[in-house]
């Protein structure tokens, strides 16, 4: 079992930046961020493969949300630009087992962070 330990949330104003890492005990194949807002379901973010970076995002954060690996450290962050009140949450690291890009159901991933709350003030 991997250990998963986010960091880095935080309160910021709309149009703000935060980065969050995700530090692992070890090493699976493919890392993810969740987030679950009050009343919501969670909600699949953006997710990145070890080997090689490839990386996969939701619509609602493409093009302003970065997941980024550092295999040194075995950390994996995400970079959140153009935050908007709707992007409150609290954020969750995930990992799994297999290769394969693009898995945004929250349950094919086995191992999970404590989270960090994200909160975006209008």
């Known amino acids: 079992q991997v250990q998963l330990v986010e960091s880095g949330g935080g309160l910021v104003p709309a149009g703000g930046s935060l980065r969050l890492s995700c530090a692992a005990s070890?090493?699976?194949?493919?890392m993810g961020w969740f987030r679950q807002a009050p009343g919501k379901e969670r909600e699949f973010v953006a997710t990145i493969r070890w080997s090689d970076g490839v990386t996969y995002y939701a619509d609602s954060v493409k093009g302003r949300f970065t997941i980024s690996r550092n295999n040194a450290k075995n950390t994996v962050y995400l970079q959140m630009n153009s935050l908007k009140p709707e992007d409150t949450a609290v954020y969750y690291c995930?990992?799994?087992?297999?290769?394969?890009?693009?898995?945004?159901?929250?349950?094919?991933?086995?191992?999970w962070g404590q989270g960090t709350q994200v909160t975006v003030s209008s």
């Open positions: 070890g090493r699976t194949f493919t």
């Open positions: 995930a990992a799994k087992y297999g290769g394969l890009i693009g898995i945004t159901d929250a349950k094919e991933y086995p191992n």
